[in-house]
């Protein structure tokens, strides 16, 4: 799979834009400001329907207009016609996804089908930050993998947020149904338990993946772990939840289940956060990349599309990775373990040095305040 054209209107600090990528490498150069990481930005959007740095869509609508428009021509060996994907978003709407001009009915029928991964400066925040940010992160790739998943998550999200909204209505004297509680209860129990068990699932599929992308990274000998934590492991979720109902209702939310898992990143059995080095943390969140890379290219070859690696992005790297990891990365990026690359960097030389002895077909693109042409 590639993405052989991109369309941008009001997206963040474009007006217009229109470029034609390589099926290899494209770069991405121009100086700190000029809007390269929101080209990176926009095809996260195509990949995954939202951005992989803003909380909210309405943030990428270019300051002063009131919508804004990605669009992406992918082809897919092979088909012989190209499909076009358009992300769109007008202020106080919903936004909304085609494929080739049809609406998809749930944005989640697209999750998946255009698989991307970004190696980012910021990919380190994933050790350092909290649960919340590994849930999201793992549920992400999951629910690109498997969809019957991300169909669980929907729901069990959906019922956490009408129990949760049935708690607050017991602080207060009007309306709050015990008999309703308990019907949640029984609905959540089952979804929560089997999301737990494919959440363990999916650990166990990605610890030795990632595990020898680490030990490629790294000089040290270091064994570097990743594991799975849940309330729910050896317990009865229907249980759980009625022993610790009245703490929910006095604290009017819910206190057990998967949306408290986490998933502890370990280095020598000590966490990573605390214990690992600087140089150490890199290499791990690079790992975890680059493991999400390879099940996800494993996972769109065994639904037969041969070419259908995911997109990668990577943002900056050569000025915020030492040469050691920069080099391990040109490696991967020379024996085309990857497909279509998009990278980002201030230097053209620096670029041009380090992709020398990379013989996939690179196309340049300079970037200045908000317009971009190819080089
Ligand atoms: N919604 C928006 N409207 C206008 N400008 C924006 C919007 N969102 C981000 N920007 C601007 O885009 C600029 C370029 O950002 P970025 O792509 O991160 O640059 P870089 O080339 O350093 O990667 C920043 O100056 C930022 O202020
Ligand atoms: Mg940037």
Same mark, same amino acid.
């Given at each position: 799979?590639?993405?052989?054209?991109?369309? !941008?209107?009001?997206?963040?600090?474009?007006?217009?834009?229109?470029?034609?990528?390589?099926? &290899?490498?494209?770069?991405?150069?121009?100086?700190?400001?000029?809007?390269?990481?929101?080209? $990176?930005?926009?095809?996260?959007?195509?990949?995954?329907?939202?951005?992989?740095?803003?909380?909210?869509?309405?943030?990428?609508?270019?300051?002063?207009?009131?919508?804004?428009?990605?669009?992406?021509?992918?082809?897919?060996?092979?088909?012989?016609?190209?499909?076009?994907?358009?992300?769109?978003?007008?202020? &106080?709407?919903?936004?909304?996804?085609?494929?080739?001009?049809?609406?998809?009915?749930?944005?989640?029928?697209?999750?998946?089908?255009?698989?991307?991964?970004?190696?980012?400066?910021?990919?380190?925040?994933?050790?350092?930050?909290?649960?919340?940010?590994?849930?999201?992160?793992?549920?992400?790739?999951?629910?690109?993998?498997?969809?019957?998943? !991300?169909?669980?998550?929907?729901?069990?999200?959906? #019922?956490?947020?009408?129990?949760?909204?049935?708690?607050?209505?017991?602080?207060?004297?009007? &309306?709050?149904?015990?008999?309703?509680?308990?019907?949640?209860?029984?609905?959540?129990?089952?979804?929560?338990?089997?999301?737990? /068990?494919?959440?363990?699932?999916?650990?166990? =599929?990605?610890?030795?993946?990632?595990?020898?992308?680490?030990?490629?990274?790294?000089?040290?000998?270091?064994?570097?772990? #990743?594991?799975?934590?849940?309330?729910?492991?050896?317990?009865?979720?229907?249980?759980?939840?009625?022993?610790?109902?009245?703490?929910? !209702?006095?604290?009017?939310?819910?206190?057990?289940?998967?949306?408290?898992?986490?998933?502890?990143?370990?280095?020598?059995?000590?966490?990573?956060?605390?214990? /690992?080095?600087?140089?150490?943390?890199?290499?791990?969140?690079?790992?975890?990349?680059?493991?999400?890379?390879?099940?996800? /290219?494993?996972?769109?070859?065994?639904?037969?599309?041969?070419?259908?690696?995911? $997109?990668?992005?990577?943002?900056?790297?050569?000025?915020?990775?030492?040469?050691?990891?920069?080099?391990?990365? #040109?490696? !991967?990026?020379?024996?085309?373990?990857?497909?279509?690359?998009?990278?980002?960097?201030?230097?053209?030389?620096?670029?041009? =040095?380090?992709?020398? &002895?990379?013989?996939?077909?690179?196309?340049?693109?300079?970037?200045?305040?908000?317009?971009?042409?190819?080089?």
């Amino acid at each position: 799979m590639t993405l052989d054209q991109l369309h !941008l209107l009001f997206f963040k600090n474009y007006e217009e834009a229109s470029l034609a990528f390589s099926p &290899g490498i494209n770069c991405f150069i121009g100086d700190n400001g000029s809007g390269k990481t929101n080209l $990176l930005d926009a095809i996260h959007y195509l990949a995954l329907t939202k951005s992989a740095f803003a909380s909210t869509d309405a943030q990428a609508i270019k300051q002063g207009a009131d919508f804004f428009v990605v669009k992406g021509s992918f082809s897919t060996p092979p088909a012989e016609r190209p499909e076009t994907i358009q992300v769109s978003l007008r202020v &106080g709407q919903k936004k909304t996804i085609t494929h080739d001009k049809q609406p998809y009915d749930r944005l989640a029928d697209h999750i998946g089908r255009y698989p991307a991964v970004l190696i980012s400066p910021y990919d380190t925040d994933l050790i350092r930050q909290g649960s919340e940010e590994r849930r999201r992160y793992f549920d992400s790739l999951q629910s690109q993998l498997d969809h019957e998943f !991300l169909e669980l998550l929907i729901q069990y999200n959906g #019922l956490l947020r009408q129990r949760n909204a049935t708690l607050k209505l017991s602080g207060s004297s009007q &309306g709050f149904d015990a008999l309703y509680l308990q019907s949640l209860d029984d609905q959540l129990a089952p979804l929560g338990e089997r999301l737990a /068990a494919l959440r363990a699932g999916f650990a166990t =599929q990605f610890v030795p993946v990632f595990q020898r992308h680490y030990l490629q990274l790294a000089d040290g000998r270091e064994e570097v772990s #990743l594991d799975y934590k849940s309330q729910l492991t050896g317990q009865n979720f229907r249980h759980l939840l009625l022993a610790n109902e009245r703490r929910d !209702l006095a604290l009017q939310r819910s206190t057990t289940g998967p949306h408290r898992d986490d998933f502890v990143f370990l280095m020598d059995g000590l966490p990573v956060k605390s214990y /690992a080095s600087q140089g150490q943390q890199k290499s791990f969140a690079i790992a975890l990349k680059l493991a999400q890379f390879e099940l996800l /290219a494993q996972r769109t070859q065994a639904a037969g599309a041969a070419l259908a690696k995911p $997109l990668l992005l990577l943002d900056d790297i050569f000025d915020r990775l030492d040469d050691k990891r920069i080099a391990r990365l #040109l490696e !991967l990026v020379a024996d085309h373990t990857f497909g279509q690359v998009f990278l980002t960097d201030t230097n053209l030389d620096r670029t041009n =040095q380090a992709l020398a &002895g990379v013989s996939s077909a690179i196309k340049q693109f300079e970037v200045q305040a908000g317009s971009v042409r190819a080089i």
